[in-house]
Structure formats: structure tokens, C-alpha cells
């Protein structure tokens, strides 16, 4: 199968397509043909090394913890699927043993994964998962309730788009920071859009004077620097990304296939989307790599094998 490797930590310089043989899966798991893999700033801190004091890496490791595709095979101990399904799944605890979604095939542990929803894409499948989980688990962190305003920093990025439709779906009142070019976006979605920068509190009272009652920071960057002006008493914070800010819960994606179950509901309902900024073939993992990070992409990059 083709599959693209890295040999050593760096950026997307390191990344190379080659031939490998197919994954060998476990009794318990099953073998997946990729359909589409989604890229995450995780990929890049990874590859880059971040995480290499604490958790060991085997190369040649191929990056992605995203994918959507048809089980192949399956093994004796996993019922659970059977070849032809169409599935979806956050594949993190393969990575780590250097079998990630950046590939053909992967091979991996069927707690991992549930059922594509049929509503998505390939391509908007895969960037459910990782994107979902974070988003899902931090506006349940936050305990929003109906009624309740919500400010989401970089409302219309993966994870960001995703927490804004969950809350809505809650009959919270979202506002979003974007830039002026995804305001529409927003709106579609059922925010309220504001722009980022200098100012930001002022336009954030001006639609709630009283302030917000939570904050939800997906980007970093200071975002949160802003909280005190623009807050309500007793603010809820919680940050994808900046864990120095005080009283802000720290949110962490952590995989649970009753997560993954929900999100797959509310997306067959129409209740979520995921928005797909570009797809790139296995070859251009690197540009994909490098469009990711810039920054303010207007949804996932993903692969298509």
C-alpha cells in the first residue's frame, strides 16, 4: 500500500510517499481501506517532536488520527464489523505505534471507530472525529444551558464551527470571533459574528451588554487576554490550547465511542457539518501539511488516498 512517512521529527519536509506492506490488525480489530484522512495542528506537533520525551515513536510513523473508510477485513473477536462497512474513526492510540490514517490501509482497534453517517462526505466524515470530540467535550465542560451566551474564539475553524453548531443545538447564544470573510459563515450557522482584534470587547457588549456567561478558545494567541472586559460574573472559560489562563479548564480530545456516537446522530439529524476548506491527494501530504500551518483555513484539509 501507499502511505506517507516520516523518519525522523520535523515539519512537512520530513513526509515522503512510499510502499509498505498492508497493516497487520489484531483479533479484535479490523483492517480499513481510507477513504479520506483529515489533517490536525495535533499532526504537526507530533511529527515535529512534541511529544517525544513522553511517548515513544517507531519509525518510518505515518501522521493522522482522522479517518473515514470501508472495512476490508475484520478479525475473529470484532462482530462488530464486517467487510463493506462504511466507517469513521479517531485513530490516535495507532499513531502512536506508527499506523496513522495518512495511508491506504489502516489497521485498527474497533472501540475506535462507529458507523460513517451517511449525510457527510468522505472528506467531511473524516474531519468529524478529533474536530468533534474536542468540541463536544468542551461545551459539555462548560455545562452551557439554553439561554445562556457563549463567545467561541475562532468560531469558524475546525474545532471552533463544530462547538458553535453544538451550543446552538442547545439553544445557546453563540457569538464568534472570524474574520470578516467567514461572518456569513457564522451566520449560517446560527451566530452571531464578530471580528477579532483591537476592539473586540466593545463589539462583544455592544450585543451583550451584561457579557458573556462562558468562553471557549480554540486558537490561543492571547485570545483569552480579552475575557475580563467582555465577561459576565462568575465566567466559565475553557481553552483548546491556552492553559496558563486563570480558571481556564484545560480541554483535551479524549476518545469515547459514545462521543463518536452522538456526533454521528446529530450529524444524520443535520444537527452538525463539517466544513472541508481542501483536499490534497496522499502525494501532497507536505502542501496539505503547510496550508494547515498558516492558519485561518475556512475548515479541514484532508487527504483523499
Known sequence: MKAVVHHRFGGPEVLELVELPDPKMNLDGVLVRVKAAALNPAD??????????????????????????????????????SPGDEVIGFIRGEVAHRNGGYAEKVAVDVRTLVR????????????????????LQAVRALGLSSGETLLVHAAAG??????????????????????????????????????????????????????????????????????????????????????????AVPVFARLDQ????????????????VRVARTFPLAQAADAQRLLAEGHVPGKVVLVP
Open 116 to 135: 460513517r453517517p451517511s449525510r457527510l462526505s468522505w472528506a467531511e466524515a473524516a474531519g468529524l472525529p478529533l474536530g468533534g470530540l474536542t468540541a
Open 44 to 81: 504537526l506537533g507530533l511529527q515535529a517532536g512534541a511529544l517525544a520525551e513522553v511517548q515513544e515513536t517507531y519509525f518510518p510513523a505515518v501522521p493522522g488520527w482522522d479517518v473515514a473508510g470501508v472495512v476490508e477485513r475484520a478479525g475473529p473477536a470484532a462482530p462488530e464489523f
Open 158 to 247: 475546525g474545532v471552533g464551527s463544530l462547538a458553535v453548531q453544538l451550543a446552538v443545538s442547545r439553544g445557546v447564544r453563540v457569538i464568534g470571533t472570524a474574520s470578516e470573510a467567514n461572518h456569513e459563515y457564522l451566520r449560517s450557522l446560527g451566530a452571531l459574528p464578530v471580528s477579532y482584534g483591537s476592539g473586540l470587547a466593545s463589539r462583544v457588549r455592544a450585543l451583550v451588554p451584561a457579557g458573556v456567561d462562558a468562553v471557549l478558545d480554540t486558537v490561543g494567541r492571547g485570545a483569552l487576554s480579552s475575557t475580563p472586559d467582555l465577561a459576565a460574573p462568575g465566567v466559565r472559560v475553557a481553552s483548546i490550547v491556552e492553559f496558563s489562563f486563570p480558571g
Open 258 to 273: 459514545r462521543d463518536l456516537l452522538t456526533l454521528v446522530e446529530l450529524a444524520e439529524a443535520g444537527t452538525v457539518s
